[in-house]
């Protein structure tokens, strides 16, 4: 596609629902990134993938989150037993290799009530 | 925890005037970037300076960068209202990003 794209844009959900979060990439791009970001912060960094496999898992705040890139293009962000504090705007950006710029795609506003 | 530092935290300038803004990091770096973020959510990538680079200019965009203080500086030179957003400078492939400036252009 034209740009890196993020669905769904809005999603609401309860306390103690399993959500997953999908960023299809652009394609060709090796790198692939998840951030989220709360409101007045800058992006706080999640995972990183280069290729199928997650090079730096550093950012997960716990075990609650889990990334895949199966193929090592789409990438699904899977939160188990969300918390209100989950809530926030979950970025996804890609690069076509680690090292070089990235472009992001517009967010998924994720809302745990 | 983050790499990158902003400085200033928030900044308001009159339209026409240059606006510059700091960024510190911690550890050794490949490259630093820039990007710049309106109200809504897309960051948008500015521009990337790599490490054996000391300064680089894109239109009214000049960045600089020293390594051996680990900071980097952009430079924004005659301001528009469209320039009014949050800048955030980020390092290498994680793209660990700092808290951000906030810049607001006064007509």
């Known amino acids: 596609g034209a740009g890196v794209s993020q669905t769904p844009s809005n999603k609401v959900t309860e306390k103690g629902k399993y959500v997953e979060l999908r960023c299809d990439p652009i394609s060709g791009h090796t790198a692939l990134y998840w951030y989220r970001q709360s409101l007045g912060q800058g992006p706080e960094f999640l995972i990183y993938?280069?290729?199928?496999?997650?090079?730096?898992d550093s950012g997960l705040p716990n075990d609650r989150f889990f990334a895949v890139r199966p193929e090592g293009s789409v990438s699904t962000l899977k939160i188990q037993r969300t918390e209100r504090g989950d809530s926030a705007v979950y970025l996804c950006?890609?690069?076509?290799?680690?090292?070089?710029?990235?472009?992001f795609g517009q967010g998924t506003r994720l809302t745990v009530v | 925890s983050q790499q990158g530092e902003e400085d200033p935290q928030a900044l308001s300038i009159q339209e026409g005037e240059n606006a510059t803004m700091n960024c510190s990091y911690k550890?050794?770096?490949?490259?630093l970037q820039w990007y710049r973020q309106n109200s809504g959510r897309g960051l948008v990538h500015l521009i990337l300076i790599r490490s054996n680079e000391r300064e680089k200019h894109s239109g009214r965009l000049r960045v600089t960068l020293d390594t051996s203080k680990k900071s980097s500086s952009l430079l924004i030179t005659a301001s528009r209202a469209a320039d009014t957003a949050s800048y955030f400078c980020a390092t290498d492939h994680k793209i660990i990003f700092g808290k951000g400036t906030r810049l607001h252009i006064l007509p």
């Open positions: 950006a890609s690069s076509l290799e680690g090292d070089a710029e990235a472009f």
């Open positions: 993938f280069q290729g199928t496999g997650a090079a730096d």
């Open positions: 550890t050794s770096i490949n490259n």
